[in-house]
């Protein structure tokens, strides 16, 4: 099963030569489990997420945009805490011990996870079928964290950045330009502006699986939302590759892998919260408001309602 | 590619039903990330591990063994740390939303998980290949942990309860008795000695691998190792289904999955080890000595030296 001479240990050597220390690092790579040194006061914030391949890429990718994709999910569902990542286990099964594709992504992991000051500290590789497991911890104040329950009736519903660019770059293909299929390749994490908008938001999720899909999680059998389709944030890329509305709301409504956060808030807040996400670069969009229908509703221009028949993206579904 | 309306939202609630609140969980199962309450003063231990088809179970296992083994292995990695378990994420890929095997599963890891006073926090499931990804988290005392390096020359080479067990039911299939067989599928990670370990060792690892390729690992290009066959522990179970010595010193030696804790510690606090985890059921043998060699040496009753071709178990290495 593995290429002559390359095993296990190899691989863990490669991984570690390249991880420096770091003073929260008590025990990094290499023992039977890292040992780590958490903030006083501070609460612990953990995930896990993995990649599976032809379900959220496929082998033609560069392995250095599958190590940047496998950090930025998890990345993404602790900025959706407003917690700040500090410490990185990584579980790879890969169906051979291929040196030169663990280099590659390791190139995007571990450049994704300097840039968040995330230190990696352990993991395990097994051989199977490729997955790539990444766990990831973070910390936050233990009152100051965001949540997906908290959205009251009357919140408005607002959402950084802009949206469906990732999906038209998987329904484009190879005619996407570089600008979309940067969003599907190396998609950013809002660390920061989850951080700053976990205090002044009643709930907060990271946009994974598709707007619909995300902002069902927000709601419940007694709170709903309407959503104007108008007011869906779209990039100067996504209205060049895509200029008829319907089609873009359809992309922006459902397509997955956008990674932008979605939250609710007080409407007296959402000037302060656009304000406090500005020095990032982003703007933070109003897109609808939680009412007590105990559904979603997305309206057109016209007044009318977008007739739905899929709620976003079910890993079981497809 | 899931059976008719049950989806990856469904196996989470299914899973969210079965696990109760604990005062450390700020928040569980069910939104982006776990949110946990520290022990002011403690350290993290994060440890993860994968359990892969063919590799580390067959499709022919009991899922509840399954859903133990999963968990089993990353208690041992933290018992060998001699740190407490507190917290656990589930990542599995599954080839369908299958609820009876995921039912299955839930009942082995949830039982051993709290038996290990050890909540669930969190997860994910994707579709896919098998893949089972578990991750632990657990405290410790910042300067009572123990580590893989820290053996001294002189030093006393031991190890808890028995080996080979595992490897004799894996090699005798069907023929193994259900003593041998318990041990494979059910193993018990040394959770409690490891702690009462952890102050009076120089160095310690759990035998996952088998003997050999574990003592290697605290073994360096100065520090060597001689272990005596005829010291090694058996159960009964394995000296009845395999009496002739040399064959269970393999089986002892190389066969992996055996879930003890092999230490290394002077000599004078040997006793008052043994002593510690007599109250745990458990011996702890004395079968070698680190000296200065660099190598991994074993001795047979005789005095001739075993030669060996194998180091243990490499995933990559067949």
């Known amino acids: 099963m593995a290429k002559a001479g390359v095993g296990e240990f190899d691989l863990i050597a490669r991984i570690r030569k390249r991880v420096g220390p770091d003073d929260s690092v008590l025990l990094g790579i290499g023992d039977d489990a890292a040992v780590l ?3 006083p006061g501070l609460a612990l914030v953990a ?69 968040h000051e995330t230190v990696l500290v352990g993991g395990n590789i097994s051989s199977g079928p490729l997955n790539i497991g990444v766990q990831l911890l973070g910390e936050v ?10 959205a009251q009736v009357g919140d408005v519903v607002a959402v950084t950045g802009t949206l469906g660019d990732a999906a038209a770059a998987l329904s484009l293909g ?9 969003r ?11 951080r ?17 899909a995300d902002l069902t999680h927000l709601l419940s059998t007694d709170l709903g939302a309407r959503v104007e389709l108008e007011h869906l944030p779209a990039s100067n890329a996504l209205e060049a590759a895509v200029p008829e509305p319907h089609q873009r709301w359809q992309l922006q409504l459902t397509g997955g892998n956008d990674y932008e956060l979605l939250v609710t808030l007080d409407e007296q807040h959402l000037e302060a919260a656009r304000a406090s996400v500005r020095p990032l670069g982003l703007d933070l969009a ?15 221009p016209d007044g009318t309602q977008l007739e739905m028949d899929n709620g976003g993206w079910d890993h079981f579904k497809d």
Request: charged share 25%; aromatic share 6%.
């Open 37 to 39: 040194a958490p903030t």
């Open 47 to 115: 995930t896990t997420d993995s990649l599976v391949v032809d379900r959220h890429f496929t082998t033609d990718w560069d392995c250095a945009d599958i190590g940047h994709l496998a950090l930025a999910v998890n990345l993404s569902d602790l900025a959706a805490m407003g917690a700040r990542p500090r410490w990185v286990l990584l579980s790879l099964t890969l169906p051979d011990a291929d040196q030169q594709w663990l280099d590659g992504f390791l190139d995007g992991f571990l450049a994704l996870a300097a840039s």
């Open 141 to 150: 104040a233990p009152k100051k964290f965001a949540r997906r329950r908290g």
């Open 286 to 300: 109003r897109i609808g408001r939680i009412d007590a229908t105990g559904s979603l509703n997305c309206r057109l």
């Open 196 to 212: 700053v908008l976990a205090k002044r938001v009643s709930a907060m999720i990271d946009i994974s699986d598709g707007l619909v």
């Open 174 to 182: 190879s005619n996407a330009s570089p600008e979309l299929r940067q």
């Open 184 to 194: 599907l390749y190396r998609p950013l994490a809002r660390v920061e502006a989850g």
